[in-house]
């Protein structure tokens, strides 16, 4: 018998939101037309967008003007990275980001180092928080033209100390970016920083949409080919069903946000507790309290990740893993290298407003028999 | 930190979590201080050798290239 599926990947993707559904068939039928030409339905599509561009920003808390949306959270990025940069190359450039950020935004610093720029890496500690110190010593270093930190672990869902590092970069007159893909829509975004980027699927809005806001007042640029759309921020056309789904989602997701963190909150601490006491030999990582209310990483030793993902997909759990043999590059979670934890036997487990209490319970009675299996075909019982 | 081992560990070419199992397999059958050199080129090793030794209280002297030397401490 096939069980019953539990989804339990919302980092990666959330389920679309009722929401988001609603409105994105509204706007098939009412949106599709371009919104810069001037006859009617264009006129219609101007709307529709100027006003997702209205609701994101209010729930952002920032200026309409201020908010551009992306093909993509990966777009996004790249684009607060290379637009930073480039905005402030005559303050030079030097690139600080932390150890775990995002791969888009890891790749968008390779792309600056390889074209003669300097990318500095700001270690973590073993749960994953920011070095404070090396921050501020990278930060106020010389020729520093952008810093980069992710408001949260995308991995193992540690809350970064994003005010304090705001602090530090706007006494160095440094502009901060923020990658708050798995913050916005679940807890509110502190404050201080001057580009920020989120994903519309990871709030349950559809996915290639994403967000770039780039404060009044920052020195950024874009880094592409001119295109007057988006404020000359993003080129190309938005998709715009999914944009208005989005901004409606994100309303939705954000008035719920306090509620669903009450709810997920304790089924992470119970999955925290009780894998680390019925599943032996694992590692729960990440920072215990400071931490997403819907994510919990775990590696356990001994087991190899994609085996361990593949055996948890039979029995019906979507999950993802940092280890090395389920990355196409074969490489560990640079995320888990910068924590020094554990890399093989990778789990990560993400809640979603559809996540219920029966669901991470049957995950938990599940979890030690398809480990222990696991352990015995491999010969490692005792080890 | 690179003290001469008294056994190599060739684990080259295989992927972990294998390195690690065979460095738990052996290290228990060395006396106590004995140096075990793990040669292992799957990149998750860097990471994942020091993390067993840290859980199960082995004492991990350092990496050079793909020469990973962990000392028996109990």
């Known amino acids: 018998m096939i069980p019953s599926s539990v989804y339990l990947d919302a980092a990666t993707a959330a389920p679309l939101h009722p929401v988001a559904r609603q409105a994105l068939l509204a706007a098939l039928d009412d949106g599709w037309a371009d919104p810069d030409r001037l006859y009617t339905s264009a006129r219609r599509a101007r709307q529709l967008l100027d006003a997702a561009r209205e609701a994101a920003a209010q729930t952002l808390g920032v200026r309409p003007d201020e908010l551009s949306f992306t093909s993509s959270g990966t777009t996004a990025a790249h684009s607060a990275v290379l637009g930073g940069l480039r905005g402030r190359r005559r303050a030079g450039a030097v690139l600080v980001h932390s150890a775990i950020e995002h791969s888009a935004v890891l790749h968008a610093a390779q792309q600056h180092t390889a074209g003669g720029g300097t990318a500095v ?8 928080r920011l070095d404070l110190d090396a921050w501020s010593t990278a930060v106020t270093g010389s020729g520093v033209a952008l810093a980069a930190l992710i408001a949260a672990s995308h991995e193992v869902g540690t809350v970064q100390p994003v005010e304090a590092a705001a602090a530090v970069c706007a006494d160095a007159g440094v502009p901060l970016y923020v990658d708050a893909a798995q ?5 509110p975004v502190p404050p201080g920083w001057s580009v920020l980027t989120a994903s519309a699927r990871k709030w349950g809005g559809p996915p290639g949409v994403g967000l770039l806001v780039v404060r009044k007042g ?20 938005v998709n715009l069903p999914a944009v208005v789904a989005a901004a409606a989602s994100l309303r939705a997701a954000a008035a719920d946000a306090a509620a669903e963190a009450a709810r997920l909150t304790p089924l992470v601490d119970r999955i925290r507790s009780r894998v680390a006491a019925e599943v032996p030999d694992v590692e729960v990582v990440g920072d215990p309290e400071r931490r997403l209310p819907h994510l919990v990483t775990f590696s356990c030793l001994y087991v190899d990740g ?16 940092g280890s090395s043999c389920t990355s196409s590059t074969l490489r560990p979670s640079h995320v888990l290298e910068a924590m020094g934890v554990l890399s093989h036997g990778n789990v990560r487990v993400s809640l979603h407003a559809g996540s219920t209490e029966a669901d991470v319970e049957r995950f938990l009675a599940e979890l030690p028999g398809i480990v222990a299996d696991l352990r015995a075909e491999a010969g490692v019982v005792g080890l | 930190m690179t003290a001469e081992p008294d056994e190599v560990l060739d684990c080259l070419g295989q992927r972990c979590p294998l390195p690690v199992i065979a460095l738990a397999r ?3 059958a060395l006396p106590v201080g004995a140096v075990l050199r793990v040669l292992a080129d799957d990149p998750a090793a860097a990471v994942d050798i020091p993390a067993w030794c840290r859980m199960r209280d082995q004492e991990f002297l350092g990496t050079s290239g793909t020469a990973h030397h962990v000392r028996r401490r109990q």
């Open chain 1, 121 to 128: 890496e700001v270690p973590v500690d073993r749960l994953g």
């Open chain 2, 26 to 28: 052996r290290l228990p």
């Open chain 1, 218 to 237: 920052t020195r950024w640029e874009s880094p592409w080919p001119a295109d007057e759309r988006e404020s000359g921020r993003t080129p190309g056309t």
């Open chain 1, 306 to 321: 994609e085996a361990l993902l593949h055996a948890l997909d039979r029995r019906g759990f979507a999950v993802s893993s």
């Open chain 1, 183 to 187: 913050m916005v829509g679940r807890m």
